[in-house]
């Protein structure tokens, strides 16, 4: 019982582990003293702490004497505290602290303690050998069931340990094996791809599958021995996609290059088919910055293309097609055929463009078609300089124009084309002028050279709807009636006009603005004007068949084209709409065209008057020794005034100076030629009835002269033709050799016109 109360006491005031340790050790030692220590080993402890307790309170007794009656009473208080109930102890505590000794108290109880600590400490040396046989009895006898039903457990524990292991390692491996499955089942699938790819002969798919396999798929499971396998195959199965590609790629693109021609003329036929219902719609991108560029493909990679590839060796095979085009350049289907395989050709790869990846790109398929048109251009230029057909230049022009619209609609810049275009059309207008040079040349060679004879008002009709011919006089005469120029002049008129509606045919789908067109018409007709109709008007003038009469026709055809003139800017200006005063618009040079041509021809009529003339006078044969004279004139210059009076009642219906002009020179040359006669160095000598023969001639061509052989002209004109001569003659004849000495230089001298050398030269003969 003082064992518990000391336990008490410990608890209540020490919460040390070594304390409790004691108070253990006296509950032990209580057990033993009461059961037997193996079948109550805790009682044993118990009793220990006790016995330490009752220690603690022996040496708290021996510090008895130092406070008799503090020590009573702490004495007291510790044997009612071990001998009280641990529930009843409150009032006895208490008591404690109503003292002032409460700290002595404390000092009491760690003494009474000890003292039990040492009571404790002996009583477990004394029994300590007993208490270990029975602790370790007891332990053996617990340790032995404990550790059977331990290893039974733990066999059964370590048998499940095992198969969950096993049941781990299993599943790490399973979880493994997922994982590189995972990572090779993608790569065996890609690899069966290719294979099947490969045995279905789709080999562009194949070459991107094999491509991603090797860069993707392939170095992910590089540690397996199947993925060397695959590499080492890879190489093998491009080199045999690669031959067998090429080997489809040849021969896909000779059945191309044999199709191209088929294909084209389907895109053609459908950009004209287009083109006409788009014909008054203004033209989409040809200006100066279209673009595809090339229209945007955004299907296609700007990946590098093998320009050795059989698709280059296509492209040279296709484009270089001038044997061909040499062979039949003067033939429109020569030019079809051209066009129409170079269209196939590029809407075959614009269509593998657009439905690959990889195989072209835009960068390429902009060098390949600057490098077709290049070679385009170099070959219409040169071969339609070899063309002298306008219809095929022509018919060029418009293949040339839906080739254009067809590859335009393809995206590809055709602006170089048209640019092409331009320059053909100066080679067409050449070639215009050259067919025309020979319209024109038979047109001359056809003529009658004689007034057109109407007979009818239709016939009349038909010649004013060529010509605009305004002459009211002529309106009103009856039938038959004479129109007053040859049928060359309504027919040249019509040829201008279908000139310059062949030069508008050019222009059309040119996108030229109407100011343009309207230039080039009028350039293009000037040059008519100017160069052809203007040189074959001076050859036919100039032609040794061309009589005096024809040259009077051809005076008054191109007096009357000269008048006509304001008709064709009429009709240039209603074809093109735009009106001769617009600014730097150019004007028609026919004008002074046909006045060149006229004065050409009024000078060939002097000049084939004169020759005529010379002709009557080489007829003369002149006895220069006669003694006396015929009495009338000579044959030959009575011929040679007939000639005259006839040649200039032809002058009538031409203008009055230009008769007046060609009567005065023809009078001057006579009289310029008979008096060479006279001169003549092969005359040595001459008579006075030579002389008196000569003057009756020169009478006969004053008679003429004062007959006003041309209206306009006085007689006292034409006969100043003859003053020389005349005065000359008077000289020998009356022998007036002193009034001629005596008046010699004055002005009013009877024989001024006598040059004293002529004299002198006449009077030796």
Not at 221 to 227: E, K, L, P
Not at 295 to 321: C, F, M, R
Request: aromatic share 8%; net charge negative; charged share 25%.
């Amino acid at each position: 019982m003082v064992c518990v109360l000391f336990r008490i006491a410990e608890l209540f005031h020490s919460h040390d582990v070594s304390r409790v340790f004691c108070h253990l050790c006296i509950t032990l030692l209580s057990v033993i003293y009461i059961t037997p220590p193996r079948s109550q080993p805790v009682q044993v402890v118990l009793h220990l702490k006790e016995g330490r307790k009752t220690s603690d309170a022996f040496c708290a007794k021996m510090a008895e004497s130092e406070s008799l009656e503090i020590t009573a009473e702490h004495e007291r208080i510790l044997r009612e505290i071990e001998s009280t109930d641990t529930a009843c102890i409150g009032p006895t505590l208490r008591s404690v602290y109503d003292g002032s000794e409460h700290e002595h108290f404390l000092d009491k109880l760690e003494t009474r303690i000890k003292g039990h600590d040492r009571e404790i400490e002996k009583m477990c040396n004394f029994h300590y050998q007993g208490f270990v046989d029975s602790i370790t009895e007891l332990l053996k006898v617990q340790v032995v069931s404990t550790n059977q039903q331990l290893q039974d457990s733990g066999k059964e524990m370590v048998s499940r340990m095992e198969e969950l292991n096993r049941c781990l390692v299993q599943q790490r491996n399973i979880a493994t094996t997922i994982d590189k499955l995972t990572l090779c089942l993608p790569v065996l699938k890609m690899y069966s791809r290719l294979n099947d790819q490969m045995k279905a002969k789709r080999y562009y798919p194949a070459l991107k599958t094999l491509d991603i396999l090797e860069h993707e798929f392939l170095p992910k499971v590089i540690q397996y021995r199947f993925s060397r396998i695959m590499m080492d195959a890879l190489p093998k199965l491009r080199q045999q996609i690669r031959d067998v590609s090429m080997s489809d790629l040849k021969d896909f693109l000779e059945s191309i290059r044999k199709h191209s021609e088929h294909i084209g003329q389907t895109a053609m036929r459908q950009a004209e088919q287009q083109r006409g219902l788009d014909s008054s719609a203004p033209r989409k991108g040809c200006g100066p910055e279209t673009h595809l560029g090339r229209k945007d493909a955004g299907s296609s990679s700007d990946a590098e293309v093998d320009t050795n590839s059989p698709a280059s060796e296509q492209d040279s095979g296709i484009l270089e097609e001038d044997d061909d085009v040499e062979e039949e350049h003067e033939t429109l289907e020569g030019y079809k055929k051209y066009f129409n395989q170079i269209v196939g050709f590029f809407v075959v790869e614009d269509h593998i463009l657009h439905t690959t990846q990889g195989l072209v790109n835009n960068a390429y398929m902009e060098e390949l078609w600057a490098m077709a048109l290049s070679k385009i251009i170099a070959v219409l230029r040169t071969h339609s300089s070899y063309s002298t057909d306008p219809n095929l230049v022509l018919d060029l022009k418009n293949l040339i124009v839906i080739f254009a619209d067809t590859l335009q609609g393809y995206g590809y810049l055709v602006n170089q084309l048209f640019d092409l275009l331009l320059e053909i059309r100066d080679q067409y207008c050449e070639v215009l002028l050259k067919k025309w040079a020979a319209v024109f040349r038979q047109l001359f060679d056809d003529d009658n050279y004689t007034p057109i004879l109407v007979n009818s008002q239709e016939e009349f009709q038909n010649v004013t709807n060529q010509f605009p011919l305004v002459d009211v006089a002529l309106e009103e005469e009856s039938f038959p009636k004479k129109i007053p120029f040859s049928q060359f002049v309504p027919s040249i008129f019509a040829q201008v006009k279908a000139f310059t509606q062949a030069c508008l045919k050019f222009s059309e789908d040119l996108h030229l603005s109407s100011t343009e067109i309207d230039d080039m018409i009028r350039k293009s007709a000037n040059l008519l004007l100017t160069r052809v109709l203007s040189s074959a008007l001076q050859s036919l003038i100039r032609k040794t068949h061309i009589g005096l009469t024809e040259l009077v026709q051809i005076i008054i055809n191109t007096t009357y084209l000269e008048q006509s003139c304001k008709h064709l800017e009429e009709f240039v200006t209603d074809i093109t709409n735009v009106s001769p005063e617009t600014v730097h618009t150019t004007k028609l040079y026919g004008t002074s065209t046909f006045k060149d041509a006229r004065h050409t021809a009024e000078e060939e009529i002097y000049t084939k008057l004169n020759q005529k003339i010379d002709e009557f006078l080489q007829l003369a044969d002149y006895d220069w020794m006669l003694v006396e004279p015929l009495g009338h004139a000579s044959d030959y210059l009575v011929d040679l005034i007939n000639f005259l009076r006839s040649t200039f009642a032809v002058f009538t219906h031409l203008p009055g100076k230009v008769a007046q002009t060609a009567c005065m020179s023809a009078c001057k040359h006579l009289a310029s030629t008979l008096l060479q006669l006279l001169l003549n160095p092969e005359v040595k000598q001459l008579t006075m009835g030579a002389i008196q023969q000569f003057n009756l001639d020169l009478l006969q061509c004053e008679s003429f002269a004062s007959s006003e052989p041309v209206s306009g002209l006085q007689g006292e004109t034409l006969q100043l033709a003859f003053i020389d001569l005349r005065q000359l003659l008077d000289l020998f004849m009356v022998w007036d050799w002193s009034t001629y000495l005596a008046d010699y230089g004055q002005a009013s001298s009877k024989y001024l016109r006598v040059n004293p050398s002529t004299a002198l030269v006449l009077l030796e003969k």
